[in-house]
């Protein structure tokens, strides 16, 4: 498996931007599906977007399209979120995570997770 690291989480206000990071160790991240995912308090934990392996495909959820942009740099083991026009409905526990699977949503099919990183975004 893959060990991942988030990143560049942290407290912006509403409108503000953040990019999030994940650094993956192990030869073989860019075989992987790399996927973020979000849990706000007391919420289940859900799919934002992901990346296929070549980065020639990409997933939104609905309510983040034309606000985020996930990307990856397999020469450097590392996958993106960027986030634009923050709002405090974004604020939560960032993750990013892993499949050997084609691109998916399903939380259930990443097998290996980061720690997460706190966003906030204030009104």
């Known amino acids: 498996q893959v060990q991942l690291v988030e990143s560049g989480g942290g407290l912006v206000q509403t409108g503000g931007s953040l990019r999030l990071s994940c650094a993956a160790s192990?030869?073989?991240?860019?075989?992987?599906?790399m996927g973020w995912f979000r849990q706000a308090p007391g919420k289940e934990r859900e799919f934002v977007a992901a990346?296929?392996?070549?980065?020639?495909?990409?997933f939104y959820k609905d309510s983040v399209k034309g606000r985020f942009t996930v990307s990856r740099d397999n020469a450097e083991n590392t996958v993106y979120l960027q986030m634009n026009s923050l709002t405090p409905d974004d604020t939560a526990v960032y993750y990013c995570?892993?499949?050997?699977?084609?691109?998916?949503?399903?939380?259930?099919?990443?097998?290996?997770w980061g720690q997460g990183t706190q966003v906030t975004v204030s009104s």
């Open positions: 192990g030869r073989t991240f860019s075989g992987y599906t």
């Open positions: 995570a892993a499949t050997s699977l084609m691109v998916t949503m399903s939380k259930y099919e990443y097998h290996s």
């Open positions: 990346v296929s392996w070549n980065a020639f495909s990409t």
